[in-house]
């Protein structure tokens, strides 16, 4: 066996300018790998999420015949403390929804998590019965580090591999975003899902950024665009809900969870860099867009942009023409809970032209502020009913879809054909050494999947040439051999003749690896991202 990598490498008003012709994209050239993905045949052209005019006059139906109570939580997706809360808000106080991020629903002392989600989702359903329309169940489930499911769905790379995927292979790159998209798509929804908090329509700003990192397709504002219109496709395909963030973009150095940041671009660089993936977003009729606790000081200098009327209704709504949902990121971040405390947020966030506020601190005083503000003509009733009804309509869309087939584990050919059309080698020696076993260290769970991988595909683990894997923390790496999980800026400083950006850690991710180490497949992604390394040849 050899270490026959075989490559291809290579480096890596305000809104109403940006709006209309002059869009359209140049796709790279082609370059197919040996391997088989199932991604080869072109998808069906996704459904759609316009929803039809019979769904949007029952949507207004439905939302004109709530009482204010009503209508007060119907604007609401409440953060999930306990089971018995989130069944009662949404069955006492009509929330439309309800995130659940930590553990409440399971029970770590039964086998079946997935099981226990399914139920639970069920539940949310039964609760809202008589609506007339679903209740909203979304989940953050972006690939890599953000994904509140893992086994036994299958587990996808950080989507920055999106972006590596494209940069180095054009249009089958988009298709196997859009086929890893579906897949999980479909499993999310056969889970009782139909809202996923994905993709991320952010550009990262390098290894300064705190938060975005993997979760960013790149750096270029083109590529980030395409990889945000393929996995819209993938997610409407799965007849899932999705919804692109943060806009106008998290492209900043501070954590929005912390504190406010501020995106202090200046008209040409909102337009020509942070505003692109949005743009192309809404050209592809996305479902949904969240907004961003960013300070934008050419928009509404000290205003979060999630809570500004001149972000939200002037700009994404007149502006760029938007006409699907908008949710805002969720009130209990740092960026907005020390300015607006109680339930001053949530009103603030619908004010600016929010349809839906995410995850506020107190369910309970945000749905009291919503409903004096709408009492008192703060939060005009027209606009909130008006706001229901956007959102009533897209989840009628969502009920009448057909879903695709999701059993549990089931797309991991999916996600190892994203992961083998991104990975991107980006330092070899010449002539190219043989590998007869391969002793893996580093990330933990880099190694357990590396291991399970090299197993499968007869790698034989044991002294010989070694392998360090960098993950998230991990700075820098001494071995034959280094592999970046999430970003790839650590192989920089790392000291080894061998250096991968996979930028996934989970099992499909580790078999593409496995096969390129044994010369069965190629590594012809190309880094979304500048490292610092020169471009390598082949041998």
């Known amino acids: 066996?050899?270490?026959?990598?075989?490559?291809?490498?290579?480096?890596?008003?305000?809104?109403?300018?940006?709006?209309?012709?002059?869009?359209?994209?140049?796709?790279?050239?082609?370059?197919?790998?040996?391997?088989?993905?199932?991604?080869?045949?072109?998808?069906?052209?996704?459904?759609?999420w316009v929803p039809t005019d019979a769904e949007r006059a029952s949507g207004a139906s439905l939302a004109a015949e709530l009482s204010l109570d009503e209508l007060a939580g119907q604007l609401i997706v409440a953060r999930s403390f306990s089971h018995e809360s989130s069944l009662a808000l949404v069955r006492d106080k009509h929330f439309a929804g309800v995130m659940v991020t930590g553990q409440q629903i399971l029970d770590v002392t039964t086998n079946d998590p997935l099981d226990q989600v399914k139920a639970f989702n069920q539940e949310l359903q039964d609760a809202g019965e008589g609506r007339g329309y679903p209740v909203m169940v979304p989940i953050d489930q972006e690939g890599g580090l953000v994904a509140r499911l893992t086994d036994p769905l299958t587990t996808f790379p950080t989507f920055m591999s999106a972006g590596a995927a494209i940069t180095g292979h054009g249009r089958d790159g988009e298709l196997a975003v859009t086929a890893a998209a579906r897949a999980s798509g479909a499993e999310l929804r056969a889970a009782g899902y139909n809202m996923v908090f994905a993709p991320s329509g952010d550009i990262t700003i390098g290894p300064a950024d705190p938060i975005i990192g993997s979760?960013?397709?790149?750096?270029?504002?083109?590529i980030v665009a395409r990889a945000v219109v393929a996995a819209i496709d993938g997610y409407s395909d799965a007849g899932l809900i999705s919804a692109v963030k943060h806009f106008p973009g998290h492209n900043v150095a501070t954590d929005s969870h912390r504190g406010l940041p501020v995106l202090d671009s200046d008209r040409s660089r909102l337009r020509n860099h942070d505003l692109v993936p949005f743009v192309a977003a809404i050209s592809a009729a996305a479902p949904g867009i969240m907004t961003g606790h960013l300070d934008v000081p050419l928009i509404e200098r000290g205003v979060p942009a999630s809570l500004s009327y001149k972000a939200v209704t002037k700009g994404l709504r007149d502006d760029l023409g938007y006409d699907g949902i908008v949710i805002s990121?969720?009130?209990?971040?740092?960026?907005?809970?020390?300015?607006?405390?109680?339930?001053?947020?949530?009103?603030?966030?619908?004010?600016?032209?929010?349809?839906?506020?995410?995850?506020?601190?107190?369910?309970e005083q945000a749905h009291a502020a919503v409903l004096k503000a709408l009492k008192s003509g703060e939060l005009p009733e027209q606009q909130a009913r008006k706001s229901a009804a956007r959102v009533i309509a897209h989840l009628l869309h969502v009920q009448q879809l057909q879903t695709l087939p999701g059993t549990p584990g089931s797309h991991t050919e999916e996600s190892e054909a994203l992961s083998a059309l991104a990975a991107t080698v980006v330092a070899h020696p010449c002539p190219v050494p043989a590998v007869t076993a391969i002793v893996p260290t580093g990330q933990a769970s880099a190694v357990a999947a590396f291991r399970t991988a090299a197993q499968e595909l007869g790698l034989p683990l044991g002294a010989g040439t070694s392998i360090a894997f960098l993950g998230p923390g991990y700075r820098s790496a001494s071995a034959d051999i280094v592999v970046s999980t999430d970003t790839p800026y650590?192989?920089?400083?790392?000291?080894?003749?061998?250096?991968?950006a996979l930028y996934g850690a989970d099992v499909p991710a580790m078999r593409a690896l496995v096969k390129i180490l044994l010369g069965r497949q190629r590594a012809l992604g190309r880094l979304p991202v500048e490292v610092g390394l020169p471009a390598t040849t082949r041998c």
């Open 215 to 222: 979760r960013s397709a790149g750096s270029d504002p083109d």
């Open 329 to 363: 990121d969720s009130l209990g971040m740092g960026a907005v809970m020390s300015r607006h405390p109680g339930g001053d947020a949530t009103v603030a966030a619908l004010k600016a032209g929010s349809d839906l506020a995410l995850m506020p601190a107190d369910n």
């Open 490 to 500: 650590g192989l920089a400083s790392s000291a080894a003749p061998t250096k991968v």
């Open 1 to 48: 066996m050899t270490l026959a990598l075989m490559l291809v490498l290579g480096g890596a008003g305000w809104a109403a300018e940006i709006a209309g012709p002059g869009d359209e994209r140049t796709t790279p050239a082609v370059v197919s790998p040996t391997t088989t993905a199932p991604t080869a045949e072109p998808a069906p052209e996704p459904v759609g």
